[in-house]
């Protein structure tokens, strides 16, 4: 296993350390991009609709400008690709990939911006939900049409901090992506490895990322059926979910945060998080100490909407005050 990754000759220096960049890969020309427009036909907040997509602040695969440009690198079926997305005025959205998967990202552009998503069919029934739908119109479920890209992140923040999961995807990206095509974009991109990459990632590569074993076999289990997971994206977000919890380690929590992104389900409740029933019971019913029961006991009245209930229920900044510790900071590289 040592032997199928030398080492690598440059280095880049990142927050937390130094990271191994990939030697003697050269990085693709930027050149023109390729360029689609697309009209919403209302309100739409690239930074609502597409901020899920972000693993942290200084997620790679992900920029945020302030000129309000969202960069996005991604590897898709046809290839790695990157993606601007742009407001460009007249209520247009404009935009620009790079590399062998740009026609297939500016294919599903609409999709990515939530024109599949139906705001329309959800109903407030609770004070704050209506205040927090009105100041937020411009939100949108997204749908990215990618199952692995949103897999691979949601096992690393199994059972541990964000930060620990940010830190951990940024330094595999970094160390184990390629660098992502076109130009950069007030940074270097990365996309993310390939399967067969996850795969070959030695043990000793995810205890230095703060990577458990648990998490590290799911991750294997997961990328050797790298096809049967991508082809969920042909099922309904129940049935894909259902296909993903057949790889040991991957539960509901895990399933649910999945399908949110690249199925868009505006159905898929997260059960099983840390924080999430009890801000849920705080808005809707003043109960902090709720479990998954009563929060989806208190929000079965969005059957159908659930997981867009619980975005604006987020979005209101209606949450109980700390009352108890953090969880605590671990890093196991160290040891």
Do not use: N
């Amino acid at each position: 296993m040592a032997g199928r990754f030398a080492p690598r000759p440059t280095r880049t220096t990142v927050r937390g350390g130094h990271v191994a960049v990939p030697g003697g890969v050269p990085r693709p020309a930027a050149g023109p991009g390729r360029v689609r427009t697309y009209a919403p036909g209302g309100p739409l907040d690239l930074g609502l609709v597409l901020g899920p997509l972000r693993r942290g602040p200084a997620d790679p695969t992900f920029r945020a400008l302030p000129d309000g440009s969202v960069w996005r690198a991604s590897r898709t079926p046809a290839g790695p690709g990157t993606l601007r997305v742009s407001p460009c005025g007249g209520g247009e959205i404009r935009g620009e990939a790079w590399g062998p998967g740009a026609d297939w990202l500016l294919g599903r552009l609409p999709e990515m911006l939530g024109s599949a998503d139906d705001p329309d069919a959800f109903a407030p029934r609770h004070r704050l939900l209506a205040t927090a739908r009105h100041r937020r119109p411009g939100l949108r479920l997204t749908r990215t049409g990618l199952v692995l890209e949103s897999l691979i992140p949601s096992i690393l923040e199994q059972k541990v901090t964000t930060d620990e999961a940010y830190r951990a995807w940024r330094l595999l990206v970094r160390k184990f992506g390629e660098p992502a095509p076109g130009p950069a974009a007030g940074g270097r991109l990365w996309v993310m490895p390939a399967p067969r990459t996850w795969a070959l990632i030695p043990s000793w590569e995810w205890h230095r990322a703060g990577v458990d074993d648990k998490r590290a076999s799911t991750i294997l289990r997961a990328v050797r059926v790298a096809a049967r997971m991508e082809e969920a994206m042909g099922m309904a977000p129940e049935a894909a979910q259902a296909r993903l919890e057949l790889v040991p380690g991957i539960g509901p929590w895990t399933s649910a945060e999945t399908v949110q992104r690249s199925h868009g389900a505006a159905d898929a409740v997260t059960v099983g998080d840390l924080h999430l029933p009890g801000i849920v019971g705080w808005a809707l019913a003043g109960d902090r100490h709720a479990d998954d029961d009563v929060m989806l006991r208190l929000l079965e009245p969005y059957a159908g909407q659930r997981h867009r209930a619980a975005r604006l229920i987020l979005l209101s900044g209606r949450t109980p005050a700390r009352r108890a510790p953090r969880m605590p900071r671990g890093d196991i590289g160290r040891l």
